[in-house]
């Protein structure tokens, strides 16, 4: 059984950083695409940021020069390092791995497992 467990969100305030984690078991992190997505209140789930399984990533334009994706294969575990916070990053943020059809980096349609999320928020 595949599971994707994130950890790391909490409160901060803007301008500040968080790293979050997203451990995986019942799959290689190593050899997978994975991804962070993230989804605010009455917003659609939105991609953030993607890491291929030859390590090249890729990131939308809201977050490019503060968030920075990686794995650590040794620990079976996702990254994402996430500085200069600010309120517009404030929602419930999820991993995702295995693409299981073409299409979009950034879009959920094309993840196969999915964790069940880490709450970020960023007070002004």
């Known amino acids: 059984e595949v599971q994707l467990v994130e950890s790391g969100g909490a409160l901060v305030q803007a301008g500040g950083s968080l790293r979050l984690s997203c451990l995986v078991s019942g799959l290689s992190g190593r050899r997978s695409s994975m991804a962070w997505f993230r989804q605010a209140p009455g917003k659609e789930r939105e991609g953030v940021a993607y890491i291929d399984s030859l390590a090249s990533t890729g990131y939308t334009d809201s977050v490019k020069g503060r968030f920075s994706i990686s794995k650590d294969n040794a620990k079976n575990t996702l990254i994402l390092q996430m500085n200069s916070l600010n309120p517009e990053d404030t929602a419930m943020y999820f991993c995702?791995?295995?693409?299981?059809?073409?299409?979009?980096?950034?879009?959920?349609?094309?993840?196969?497992?999915w964790g069940q999320g880490t709450q970020v928020t960023v007070s002004s």
């Open positions: 995702a791995a295995e693409r299981r059809s073409l299409g979009s980096w950034f879009s959920s349609q094309v993840y196969k497992y």
